[in-house]
């Protein structure tokens, strides 16, 4: 049995198609969904082992990005995503993705009950969009997605990803509790200044993970490293692959371990 | 009830757009010691006042502030702003009335999600200064720098409130008959007080149509044929007659370059010069389609707006070709004033450059990157004589069905229209872009400045996909220029149709159905809907929030029927409207070169050279715009603007693979070279395509299937020596397509662009863009241009002549002379069927064109992002006589030539023997090697070495020179919850 996918669509939305192929090729089955079906039978989610939301503007981010779905989620669908993950479903939320599941409480969800905001992704210190390849190391033990120590190359495309939590004593605690899946690092895995940290995250945080390992939020786009090929940095040693299912980028790893942990 | 809610970041919170703005209001000559920003939302709410208060505090903390970061004042209905400590002056910016708000939408979605009451929102921004400034000098400033007057109003300590809700008054509805008068001077005014941009030519065609009808045109009558028959539209000018040199061309674009697609007939062309885009094919199920536009004037006056708009309406584009194609990578070509112009060298009533392209920038990248579409490819040029009437080009390929190609609106379908509503923006677009750009033109025609909403697009396009793929539909085209009357003209011309104009959704009250008919308000296609479908396509739309609405029926009448509220206020006959234009004759005349070749002395030092040539604005990185566009959503991308270590190296070509699930790809270029049409219009034209072919070549494509599109940009084609031009470049794409077999399958003209001052008019130099689709078999095999490997050996391929005639070189000597580089198209045809077999073959490590700047530029360039260094010998240099430049033999000259066809190629030292055998005649030679040291290292003629300098180095001059505003201030300074750390 395949583990099955849930692909979140909403207007703005746009990276949902290569993100559902990502789980496809590691043997999920994938449905892409509208969040008005969601918003109109929120049992919609009961049918899945996981959720997907994917990259882009939801609505625009125009209010402040992934705010308005969200409000949207938060007021509707909240529920149904707490008990995906407690009947032990995955959620994965890249760049607007992540920012939803931050502005939704979710992650890094140290307080209880789950809810409210403890950090937040607001504007790049460089006030500027960017879109470019970054290094990342895997931080956490309990994250399900990426071994505590393994170094990706992937890129990021954003221009709200800047990491704050809500004070120090917060990001003490999400550090404690295990909660950081992902810090920008160097090449060499030195401290990174602009533009190995393209945004001036605080502690270089790049990506969040909860309590149980199964929901990840990150800003970079492992769907766009899932091919080997993505890589621009293709050097003389650079094989080129084979066939498509051999063709594995650094973000492939995510997906695959999704998949399989699902599978069990 | 009334509120306005002010969001500001938290006093700790560091203020990276309060910076960005103070550093913009620095640019514009106005020194503060700080900005803060704040985010404004005006917020209209029902009910009793201590309900809406309620509501209104609610919307503010659960929906418009973030919690973490920021903080908010409620204010109610006039209630003035707190003022606070260490802020001497505000700055307000609003939309005008009317004016396109596309956040507000968002808010109103969020605040109903939350389950608050809401009758509409406004959106606001706000900026608090420090310093000792007064008021008028802060209200010029921020005019210049945080807000443009064509769209926005914007004051500083002002006491105006920004209110949610506006709207205008309800004209009374009049038929309006329009009589044209038998004198034709009071005739030709009747076009200018309407500003129709009709000729008087034209004009008395159309009174002799009415004449004959025995009655006179409706006000919408005439506005539709002013639409169907502008420039813009039509393209009357080069597809008119022309004679030039004693030979004469009834259609001389038909003569020339449809001609030659013409004659070549090749199997993979599908659809050309007829759809919206060109049409080729891909594989077994898919075709690509590509097009290009130009959005000039728009982007003149606001270019925001009007980039966004010129990227929305080319994806429009590329979704009304055949059934519906899907946008899957952009392309973008600007030409700018000069970035570092003094501010006394704007003509009046223009923008700074420097302003232009950061807007433009903007625009494109909040347009491009919420619709998901990369933007992969693109290039920017500088001349002064852009600056009154920049170029903003906008490309769009999309991936189609093999089997949605045709389409036909059959009588009996529905007109609907489906997405954004219709307003007032935008009106006469169509005949504003056909016309010159003055100082008075930000007043005067702002109501054709256009904002967009990306969204809205990208639902439509969401929509329309899976209506396409269920056979909802049986035609679709775009709304563009001209708006409803362009699109449901066009989709009629060979059956008819009526539509009731007060069925379309309007955006507020007010518009009379001339303007309802002509808006070129954004992000609406109209679509021809069989009866037995509507219901399904309505529900399809409703289901992903599109809009759609059945607007009238398409007829097998011939004529194209308007009512309004009932009554009938046009009755057009469709052959009159599409092939009633009057045929005029125009003549043109060849431009004799006028500058001539400087003698320079070579320079002491080459490597400091080197340096200004990477600095020069032509040459230098692009990074600071590129970083800003999406250039890898939909996973595509396989060769990005910059490759290598760090994305150093700038390569010359996007390589995209549409489908996930296969290796075979695209390739898409860009060539333009505008000066050297001055010294010879042919012989830019030829250097224009060359250069598109060189740079898809170098990234692996195949030489035999590469399609062209055209795009001319030039001033005022009634003068005899710049229509020249035009036919000259044209002629120059007939000979070039057939000796390539690269045909052309869609172009585009703008003309008119001149920008009038009271010193007279001033014309962009005559431009063509030629950009390039190309295919490519297997993307593993695609070639990027970093250095790869240690004692690798470096092959030049091609022949260098004294050819500095509009180079790069030149121009930083104030020189433009007459070298002009000569392409030779037997020469360029061998060269590149031979470089593209070794790409195929696998031969070539690295690769990348020779352009401006030359031979040194290229190397430098490929050392950028790679783990070696170059060490090049120009003795080895194959070199050929120019018959008009300086001697070749000269070290200056061979590293800054601009010759045409030269590719600097890595190759493995076992390859070399096959890639000497497969380049046969074709000029080349092994002018150095890779070295382990990250430097490049030129020996010249006599034997010394002229350059060596560090990799680094050179690549910080070519990065920095177009950096405009690093991060501000210390960018490398993580910054926490307190600002430390």
């Known amino acids: 049995m395949k583990p099955r996918i849930l692909i979140l669509r909403a207007a703005g939305i746009n990276c949902d198609v290569e993100t559902a192929y990502a789980f496809e090729r590691h043997g999920a089955a994938t449905e892409a969904i509208h969040v008005n079906r969601l918003l109109s039978d929120e049992r919609t989610l009961d049918d899945f082992d996981g959720l997907a939301i994917p990259g882009g503007f939801s609505y625009g981010d125009d209010v402040a990005a992934g705010k308005v779905l969200a409000v949207e989620l938060a007021h509707h669908l909240s529920d149904a995503i707490l008990a995906l993950i407690d009947r032990g479903g995955i959620v994965l939320g890249i760049c607007n993705g992540f920012q939803v599941l931050v502005k939704l409480g979710i992650l890094p969800g140290v307080e ?104 990840l939020g990150l800003m970079p786009h492992p769907e766009r490293a899932m091919f080997a090929l993505h890589e621009p940095a293709r050097g003389a040693g650079f094989a080129a692959p084979t066939s498509l299912d051999e063709d594995l980028g650094d973000g492939a790893v995510v997906f695959r371990n999704a998949v399989e942990h699902l599978r069990g | 009830m009334s509120f306005r809610v002010e969001v500001r970041l938290r006093p700790d919170q560091p203020d990276a757009r309060g910076r960005a703005a103070r550093a913009e209001l620095r640019d514009a000559g106005l020194d503060v010691a700080e900005v803060r920003s704040v985010r404004g939302f005006a917020l209209a709410l029902p009910g009793p006042a201590d309900d809406a208060a309620r509501a209104a505090e609610r919307i503010a903390t659960e929906v418009l502030c973030d919690p973490i970061v920021e903080t908010y004042h409620l204010l109610a209905d006039d209630e003035p702003p707190p003022t606070e400590d260490g802020t001497d002056h505000r700055v307000d910016v609003a939309k005008k009335a009317g004016v396109m708000d596309p956040a507000a939408d968002g808010v109103v979605r969020a605040v109903r999600a939350a389950g608050l009451p809401l009758v509409a929102a406004r959106t606001y921004s706000a900026w608090l200064v420090r310093g000792d400034v007064d008021a008028d000098s802060l209200a010029a400033a921020a005019a210049r720098a945080l807000g443009n007057e064509a769209i926005e109003e914007i004051s500083a300590d002002g006491d105006r409130v920004v209110h949610a809700v506006m709207t205008p008054d309800e004209p009374p509805f009049e038929r309006t008959t329009v009589p044209l008068p038998d004198d034709d001077e009071a005739l030709a005014a009747v076009s200018d007080d309407g500003g129709l941009s009709l000729s008087p030519e034209e004009m008395r065609t159309i009174r002799a149509h009415f004449r004959e009808l025995g009655r006179d045109p409706t006000d919408v009558e005439l506005e539709t044929i002013a639409q169907t028959w502008s420039e813009h539209c039509k393209h009357k000018t080069l597809a008119g007659a022309v004679e030039i ?50 959005h000039n004037h728009p982007s003149a006056i606001e270019p925001y707006g009007g980039a966004g708009t010129g990227i929305g309406g080319v994806l429009r584009d590329t979704m009304g070709t055949g059934l519906g194609a899907r946008p899957i990578v952009s392309t973008d070509v600007f030409c700018f004033g000069p970035p570092d112009l003094p501010r006394d060298r704007v003509p009046a009533g223009a923008l700074h450059p420097l302003r232009v392209l950061k807007g433009v920038v903007a625009g494109v990248r909040d347009y491009g990157n919420r619709m998901g579409i990369p933007t992969a490819n693109g290039a920017v040029v500088f001349d002064e004589r852009y600056t009154g009437n ?123 159905y001339p303007e309802i008919w002509i808006s070129e308000a954004q992000e609406r296609m109209v679509f021809s809907v069989p009866p037995e479908h509507e219901a399904e396509l309505l529900a399809l739309f409703a289901s992903e929030d599109v809009e759609a609405t059945v607007i009238g029926r398409f007829t097998d009448s011939g004529r194209l029927v308007l009512r309004f509220r009932g009554e009938e206020v046009g009755d057009l006959d469709l052959g009159f409207l599409h092939d009633g234009v009057p045929k005029v004759t125009r003549r043109a005349t060849v431009r004799v070169p006028s500058a001539a070749e400087p003698a320079l002395d070579a320079p002491d030092d080459l490597g400091a050279a080197l340096h200004r040539v990477l600095a020069h604005p032509d040459v230098a990185s692009k990074e600071w715009i590129v970083r800003q566009y999406d250039h890898e959503v939909q996973a595509g991308s396989v060769v990005k603007p910059f490759a290598g270590d760090g994305e150093r190296s700038p390569t010359d070509a996007a390589v995209v693979k549409p489908r996930l699930d296969s290796y075979a790809g695209v390739a898409i270029s860009n060539g333009i070279a505008p000066r050297t049409g001055e010294i010879d219009p042919y012989a830019m034209g030829l250097l224009a395509i060359d250069e598109a072919f060189r740079n898809v070549i170098a990234v692996g494509a195949r030489a035999d299937r590469v399609a062209l599109l055209d795009n001319f940009c030039a001033g005022n084609c009634e003068r005899p020596e710049i229509l020249g031009d035009v036919t000259r470049v044209a002629e120059a794409c007939r000979d070039a397509a057939l000796a390539l077999k690269a045909p052309f399958v869609s172009g585009k003209d703008s003309l008119n662009n001149e920008y009038r001052t009271e010193h007279g008019t001033a014309a962009i130099p005559t431009t063509i863009l030629i950009s390039a689709i190309a295919h490519v078999d297997d993307v593993r095999r695609a070639v990027t241009s970093p ?61 990348h064109d020779l352009s401006d700047g030359g031979l040194a530029v290229a190397a430098a360039e490929m050392t950028f992002g790679a783990a070696v260094g170059a060490s090049l010998d120009l003795a080895a240099v194959p070199r050929a006589d120019g018959p008009e430049g300086p001697d070749v033999a000269r070290d200056d000259v061979l590293l800054f030539s601009e010759s045409p066809t030269r590719f600097l190629c890595e190759v493995a030292p076992e390859d070399l023997a096959r890639v000497t055998k497969a380049l046969g005649d074709v000029p080349h030679a092994v002018v150095g090697e890779t070295i382990p040291e990250r430097r490049l290292r030129v020996r010249g003629l006599g034997g010394d070495v002229v350059i060596d300098q560090a990799a680094d180095a050179l690549h910080e001059t070519f990065r920095a020179a177009l950096d405009f505003g690093s991060p501000a201030e210390d960018p490398s300074r993580t910054t926490g919850p307190e600002g430390s750390r």
């Open chain 1, 112 to 215: 209880t009950p789950i809810g409210r905001q403890e950090a937040t992704l607001t504007d790049n210190a460089s006030n500027r969009y960017e879109d470019r390849w970054v290094v990342l190391e895997s931080a956490s033990d309990r994250s399900i997605f990426c071994r505590k120590g393994e170094r990706l190359r992937m890129p990021v495309a954003h221009g709200e990803g800047r990491y704050v939590p809500r004070d120090e004593t917060m990001h003490a605690a999400i550090v404690e509790n295990d909660r950081v899946a992902f810090r920008y690092t160097t090449a060499g895995g030195g401290e990174p200044s602009y533009p190995d940290d393209p945004n001036g995250s605080f502690d270089h945080v790049a990506g969040l993970v909860d309590r149980t390992g199964r929901v």
């Open chain 2, 787 to 847: 250095l790869k490997g240690e004692e690798s050996r470096l092959v030049l391929v091609g022949a260098t002549r004294a050819e500095l005639g509009g180079s790069t070189w030149y121009a930083l000597h104030g020189e433009l002379g007459r070298s002009v580089p000569r392409v030779d198209l037997d020469v360029s045809r061998r060269t590149f069927a031979a470089m593209s077999g070794l790409a195929r073959d696998g031969l070539l490590r690295a690769c």
């Open chain 2, 245 to 294: 040199d004693g030979r004469r061309y009834e259609n001389m674009l038909k003569e020339t370059i449809f001609a030659a697609t013409r004659e070549l007939a090749l199997p993979w062309c599908v659809s050309v010069f007829v759809d919206n885009a060109g049409v080729v094919a891909f594989d077994d199920e898919y075709h690509v389609t590509f097009k290009v536009e130009t």
């Open chain 2, 390 to 512: 920049p170029l903003v080009h906008c490309g769009s390929v999309g991936l189609l069905p093999a089997d949605k190609v045709e389409k036909a609106a059959r009588p009996g379908d529905l007109v609907v229209v489906a997405g954004g509503r219709t307003g007032r923006d935008g009106i006469h677009g169509a005949t504003f872009s056909s016309r010159e750009l003055h100082s008075e033109s930000e007043t005067l025609d702002s109501g054709a400045v256009q904002i967009g909403n990306a969204i809205t697009e990208k639902r439509v396009l969401d929509a329309m996909l899976q209506a396409r793929d269920r056979g909802l539909y049986s035609c679709v085209t775009d709304c563009g220029a001209g708006g409803l009357s362009s699109a449901v003209g066009e989709m009629a011309e060979r059956c008819g149709a009526e539509v009731d104009l007060e069925t379309v959704p309007l955006k507020y009250a007010g518009l009379t």
